[in-house]
């Protein structure tokens, strides 16, 4: 049983601002000789397989689409087919710049000291006490606003990176990254969404924070926050154990998301 061959009928060829479309129409049957019926499979596979490219009537096209079906009444021997090339590569670019965005903000923290720098390690800060002026009331934190900036890039990458995302969700940067000094920066995520065939449109998001995201925590006991004796007029108790803690202490490579900012 020889396999079936696709012949060449007609084909048509559009132009618009953008790419040529291709259009060719085929039919399929065994060689002459050979009654035998023509299984789908067959069909579809005697039509142009999918490459990076073909030349078809003198042009540089990418396959983008092809169908067959069956001719009535030819009792499954003869198949009409069709394929649809264009000049735009079926294959996106891996990696694609879209937008960069900036938003300046503060946010509310919980503050016992009046400290104005970030501690000297900020995946693992000192425990020993601060002693900057105390800012709480009987143990109790006044709220301060930290300054923060939220950077947002959009990048075309041609898979959805989602593995690679989900392992760096949570880390701070290890090193230098959008200009932030490493430990600053705080990956919060990403959104993506499917644009293209082979392409996804991936927003990442990133905040670095003035503290380089570590918070004060007042230490305490069974019996409570630590408290020292009253002092000033009115008299006052403030909280002696007040140290930095890191809520994001592991950090990461950003460079393997591979953008372009």
Known sequence: MAAPVAEQTSFEVAQDTEKDTITVNYII??????ASAVSFEEALSALPDESVEYTVVGRTVYLKSRSVSAVEGSGLRVWSGNAVWDNAPTSQPALSFVAREMNTSTTGV???????????????PSQVALTSTPLDANGDPITVQV???????TNLKGDSQYGTIANLVGRRNNATFLGITAG??????????RVNTS??????????DWYGHCRQVALGDSGGIIMGAESGTPP???????????????TAAFSVLGLVT
């Open 29 to 34: 049957k065994r060689p002459s000789g050979d």
């Open 110 to 124: 919980d503050f016992w000291r009046a400290e104005t720098s970030p501690p000297a390690n900020l995946s693992n």
């Open 147 to 153: 300054p923060q900036i939220t950077f947002t890039v």
């Open 184 to 193: 600053f920066l705080l990956f919060t995520g990403a959104q993506s969404r």
């Open 199 to 208: 392409q996804y449109e991936i927003t990442y998001t990133f905040v670095y």
């Open 236 to 250: 006052v108790r403030h909280a002696t154990q007040v140290v930095w803690k890191q809520p994001f202490p592991a």
